[in-house]
């Protein structure tokens, strides 16, 4: 059985002229709509969702407009654009499926920006955090966006009932994540390491998790480590395959938040690897 995919036309409102613009993700869903996959459109997450990760302040700042940094503008009702890509991931958890939504999240700390980074990386919300929240499940995240998802690892760090794995391009945005944290795990690569390099590096950092103390996977599910994309690690489509099987192979129930990505079409092809990994070997 196919994966869901969770999307809603509305994501694309904003940002035409921004690298994290509406014609990757629009380009992708056309494409994984040729191959047969179902789509369910979510609800806005309400601020209750949101509390559960983000600070007060924070929220009434975004609501405000009160956000925009060099890479995080200030859109028209990007509140609102915000929110109902936190429920995408949501409904993703719910239904085991994949959030097709944007804006992206793992950079988006507590108050907005994370670990001493100014910048927060196209991301508003931290869509991951608030799904593997609402689940209240102990949680295993892997973060397999070119990008540390320095975000994510401050909501979570240090806390029992989450493991956090990032394999990331290094040098690069955020400049956080060189070394493992507690239950942070953190592997920097070079650019363009390779497939074959990646996925030994996969095998190491899952094989530092105690597997049994987990009952979800959550994918932040980034795909510009694709070769030539913004934090290129040189991976191509079939590399993403063998990441979706390695994590039907864990044998938790697992869902997926779309991250970066910034070519449509390569986006769309490589979601469709990935998913196909994962579902053939589940």
């Excluded at 991301?123 to 955090?129: E, G, P, Q, S």
């Amino acid at each position: 059985m196919k994966t869901k995919i969770v999307y809603s036309v509305k994501c694309l409102g904003y940002g035409t002229w921004h690298i994290e613009g509406p014609q990757r993700v629009k380009t992708a869903q056309e494409i994984l709509k040729t191959k047969g996959y179902d789509f369910f459109a979510p609800e806005p997450a309400t601020e209750e969702d949101l509390l559960t990760v983000h600070e007060t302040d924070y929220i009434w700042n975004l609501k405000k407009g009160m956000v925009e940094d060099p890479d995080t503008p200030a859109y028209d009702n990007i509140y609102e654009f915000a929110r109902l890509s936190a429920g995408g991931a949501l409904l993703a958890a719910k239904i085991g499926g994949f959030s097709l939504m944007r804006p992206p999240g793992h950079h988006a700390g507590k108050a907005g920006s994370a670990l001493g980074v100014y910048s927060r990386g196209f991301c508003y919300l931290n869509n991951i955090a608030i799904a593997v929240k609402s689940l209240g499940k102990p949680t295993l995240i892997l973060d397999i966006d070119g990008h540390h998802g320095n975000g994510t690892q401050e909501i979570f760090q240090g806390e029992e009932k989450v493991a956090y794995v990032s394999l990331h391009q290094s040098p690069n945005y955020p400049g956080t994540g060189s070394f493992t944290e507690g239950n942070c795990i953190n592997f920097a690569l070079p650019r363009d390491c390779g497939g074959i390099r990646y996925l030994e590096t996969l095998d190491k950092a899952l094989s530092m998790v105690d597997l049994g103390k987990f009952e979800v996977v959550a994918v932040s599910a980034g795909f510009d480590t694709h070769l030539g994309d913004l934090a290129s690690l040189g991976l191509v489509e079939r590399d993403y395959f063998e990441i979706g099987k390695k994590v039907a192979l864990l044998g938790k129930p697992a869902f997926f938040v779309l991250e970066g990505g910034y070519v449509g079409e390569n986006l769309g092809v490589d979601i469709d690897s990935f998913l196909g990994g994962y579902e053939e070997n589940r």
